[in-house]
């Protein structure tokens, strides 16, 4: 058993030398786990699931951005069943828009632009174009 939890590479090569064993096993035998007084050992899977995560390059930030319902931005939607996309208000928040705020929605090749739209109903400047 590792004295010093492994992470990285290193832990990403245990766990496929171990990929037989139960998971329990598997994150002691990577050195997830502490000794109580009495000498009974506790497996912290917690950390174990954590330290493969950030291994494979899965950040997984506690103090990161939330959109206030727990859930962190991906950048990625989904089409609903009545096909509307929500977009969300991390990113509203993130551009400082407002309720009220208009776009333009211009449709292209497999994507959608939207152009924010000033007070007179024209396209805002925009550093992106």
């Given at each position: 058993?590792?004295a010093t ?9 245990k ?8 998971r329990?096993e598997?994150?002691k035998q990577?050195g997830?786990?502490?000794k ?13 699931y ?8 899965v950040?997984?930030?506690?103090d990161?951005?939330?959109d206030?319902?727990g ?14 996309i ?8 993130a551009?400082g ?6 776009f ?13 739209l000033?007070?007179?109903g024209t ?7």
């Open positions: 058993m590792s939890p492994l992470t990285g590479k290193a832990l990403l090569q766990v496929k030398e171990l990929s037989e064993a139960p329990r598997t994150a990577c997830y786990f502490t109580s007084k009495t000498g009974s050992i506790r497996v912290n899977l917690t950390e174990f954590d330290a493969v995560l950030a291994a494979k390059g950040a997984l930030d506690p990161g951005a939330k206030g319902r859930r962190e931005p991906t950048y990625r939607v989904s089409v609903h069943k009545n096909g509307q929500v977009i969300g208000s991390t990113y509203t928040n551009m828009l407002q309720p009220g705020d208009e333009e929605i211009k449709l292209g090749y497999k994507h959608i632009k939207l152009n924010k000033d007070e007179n396209v805002a400047d925009n550093d992106d174009n």
